[in-house]
């Protein structure tokens, strides 16, 4: 069965930092692009990061996080993380990540969602002091 699931959510202060988790089962999630996405209340799901193998590892992020996430793998563990440092209230959402079975021809993308084919069930993370 191929499956994602996201951990580490939590309830963090402003400025403080969480490493979210995505483990896959049922595949190798290396051979394949990974997108993070959020959901605040009320409010569209969006893109934060994607890394693609295909092309090296390359990473993307939305401009509202460059600088403050940065998305890894750990191949062994079949995994992929997203360290959030200095975080926002903003962040507040359900973060989810999701798996694109069709390679990117260059950088991966954050969009449109459709792009990408299976999703995990999501991790809340709440900003707030």
């Known amino acids: 069965q191929l499956q994602l699931v996201e951990s580490g959510g939590g309830l963090v202060q402003p400025g403080g930092s969480l490493r979210l988790s995505c483990a896959a089962s049922g595949f190798t999630l290396e051979n394949f692009a990974v997108g993070w996405f959020r959901q605040a209340p009320g409010k569209e799901r969006e893109g934060v990061a994607c890394?693609?193998?295909?092309?090296?590892?390359?990473?993307n992020y939305v401009d509202s996080v460059k600088g403050r996430f940065a998305v890894s793998s750990d191949n062994a563990k079949n995994t992929v993380y997203l360290q959030m440092n200095n975080l926002k209230p903003d962040d507040t959402a359900v973060y989810f990540c999701?798996?694109?079975?069709?390679?990117?021809?260059?950088?991966?993308?954050?969009?449109?969602?459709?792009?990408?084919?299976?999703w995990g069930r999501g991790t809340q993370v709440t900003v707030s002091s």
């Open positions: 890394t693609s193998s295909s092309i090296d590892y390359s990473t």
């Open positions: 999701a798996v694109s079975w069709t390679p990117f021809p260059d950088i991966c993308v954050l969009g449109p969602l459709e792009r990408y084919d299976t």
